[in-house]
């Protein structure tokens, strides 16, 4: 990789930023989910169709983008490691907190949508391993993301000599040469066409199941490849940074397209050919779009980005569940569906925080079960943890 030393070292404040703002995404998504038509655990009784576009939009590169995220995260997070502590670090970053949630979170979630079935949470329990989700009950649900980063990290863990190999250097300084050009990031759309056109007719569907949802896991490994050798690279970065508007322009005629010209098609199989190329094409758009802007307007420091980078890890396992829940009971209260939206937001939202901060953050045993790093005796002494609002409150570095 074309990183030298003092650059893998240079916070780059911006994927932070980009990483909270698109969990916090994933969360309003989810909200959206209670109203929209799509099945989810719990409905509103008037649904709405004008969501299901918004909504589309934002499936087809909010995801993908998060994985390319991770894939710089990762190139940070791996430094000099051997390959025996990456897996390690992994296991702890991720596994953990998956099999806690898939016995402390996702039963909540499964137990709400098929309350009628049982007498009470308890009950259910015995019977989470009746078959697989939705027939059965088993599931990983909304940890999926969590599954699918693992199996990567194994993926990409026997090729860790070759990517810091010297030989490696000179093939990157190559391509690099080819992707800082106008569109020249579009280069990565030839693979991620070929993964969805070669892969796509035997597995139509996202499952998010992991068994047979090996077109998403191959669009998926691609985004995530591209943000470790784009992002960890500072020339590519200043081209996306330089060409944003271009990416910008790509977007919305890509957009357009994507929401037009299906319509046209005379038959539905070239209907959902042309979805799937410009679907595609839309979601790789619209994430170097986004990089390139935040790297613009939010390539800073302050201490919430600080406190809320490490927040937004446990938030995103908490907000399902906690979303489910609450909506559970708004939902079948005789009020306008706006303030149903409303409540469900801010006690989903609040309601995650709070059992974030005062659950999760001061205690070691809970930080290890979501996936955070240990509090050092220091940090207590220094009384970070009972400062929430005198953090949040100082001014930005």
């Known amino acids: 990789m074309e990183a030298d030393t003092n650059e893998k070292r240079e916070r780059q404040y911006y994927i932070d930023w980009l990483r909270i703002i698109l969990i916090v995404s994933v969360f309003l998504f989810h909200v959206g989910m209670v109203f929209n038509p799509w099945e989810w655990h719990v409905k509103n009784d008037q649904q709405f169709e004008n969501l299901k576009p918004i909504m589309s939009f934002l499936y087809l590169w909010r995801m993908p983008l998060l994985f390319l995220i991770s894939g710089v995260g990762t190139f940070y997070a791996l430094g000099r490691r051997t390959k025996g502590q990456y897996l390690k670090e992994r296991f702890n970053r991720l596994m953990i907190p998956l099999l806690a949630g898939i016995f402390i979170l996702v039963p909540v979630q499964v137990y709400i949508e098929k309350i009628d ?78 993964s969805q056109g070669l892969l796509r007719p035997y597995f139509p569907e ?151 901060w005062y659950f999760v953050r001061p205690f070691n045993a809970m930080r290890i079960i979501f996936g955070m790093k240990r509090i050092q005796q220091k940090d207590k002494m220094q009384g970070n943890i009972l400062k929430p609002v005198l953090l949040l409150n100082k001014k930005s570095q």
């Open 206 to 356: 996202d499952t998010h199941a992991f068994i047979n949802d090996w077109a998403a896991i191959s669009y998926y490994i691609i985004f995530f490849l591209a943000g470790f050798i784009m992002l960890s690279n500072k020339k590519i970065t200043e081209a996306i940074l330089q060409h944003r508007f271009l990416y910008l322009a790509e977007t919305v005629l890509l957009t357009v397209a994507l929401f037009s010209l299906p319509q046209l098609a005379e038959t539905r199989e070239i209907s959902h050919l042309i979805w799937g190329i410009t679907s595609t094409m839309v979601a790789w758009s619209c994430s170097i779009t986004a990089i390139g802007f935040t790297k613009k307007h939010l390539n800073f420091n302050s201490n919430f980005r600080k406190y809320a980078n490490e927040a937004i890890y446990p938030f995103y396992l908490l907000h399902q569940p906690v979303i489910v829940v609450t909506g559970f009971w708004v939902v079948s209260w005789e009020i306008s569906v706006l303030m149903k939206a409303i409540l469900i937001t801010a006690s989903g939202f609040s309601i995650s925080v709070l059992v974030y």
């Open 117 to 194: 079935q049982y007498n009470s949470l308890w009950d259910y329990y015995p019977h989470m391993f009746d078959g697989i989700y939705p027939s059965g009950n088993f599931s990983c649900h909304h940890l999926w993301f969590i599954v699918y980063l693992f199996f990567i990290s194994l993926v990409i863990s026997p090729f860790l000599n070759i990517i810091r190999s010297k030989k490696l250097n000179g093939l990157m300084e190559k391509f690099t040469r080819i992707v800082t050009k106008p569109f020249g990031l579009n280069i990565f759309l030839i693979p991620l066409l070929l």
